[in-house]
Nanobody
Framework: QLQASGGGSAQAGGSLRLSCEAS????????VGWFRQAPGKEREGVSC????????YYAGSVKGRFTTSSDNAKNTVYLQMTSLKPEDTAVYYC??????????????????????WGQGTQVTVSS
């Protein structure tokens, strides 16, 4: 199961941190992706985090502004969002899949099939 939280409202230039708490995984490692969907738009992959090697990957639209990290003790993956823009407004979802062995986050990670999805959390950025 995945439990996403931390959404809310912010002004342009502000920051928010999303959390994704995972439970019940039986695999050695996992890959966690953050996705978002704005009204009238297709879902977009935002970031990838791999627990096997700590690798990350970001969509070009958020690179340099968003950072994903994990706290293994809390089974939680975070998405720190800074320098927010109105176009970041969307419902954000965390998703994950269990992996065995190593997985290196790469551009294809943003569209890879995930097995588990958390509920969405709304992020609204005002100008």
């Amino acid at each position: 199961q995945l439990q996403a939280s931390g959404g809310g409202s912010a002004q342009a230039g502000g920051s928010l941190r999303l959390s994704c708490e995972a439970s019940g995984f039986t695999s050695d490692n996992y890959v966690v992706g953050w996705f978002r969907q704005a009204p009238g738009k297709e879902r977009e992959g935002v970031s990838c985090f791999s627990s096997s090697d700590g690798s990350t990957y970001y969509a070009g639209s958020v690179k340099g502004r968003f950072t994903t990290s994990s706290d293994n003790a809390k089974n939680t993956v975070y998405l720190q969002m800074t320098s927010l823009k109105p176009e970041d407004t969307a419902v954000y979802y965390c998703a994950a899949k269990g992996i065995f062995g190593n997985y290196y986050c790469n551009p294809y990670s943003l569209s890879t099939k995930m097995n588990y999805w958390g509920q969405g959390t709304q992020v609204t950025v005002s100008s």
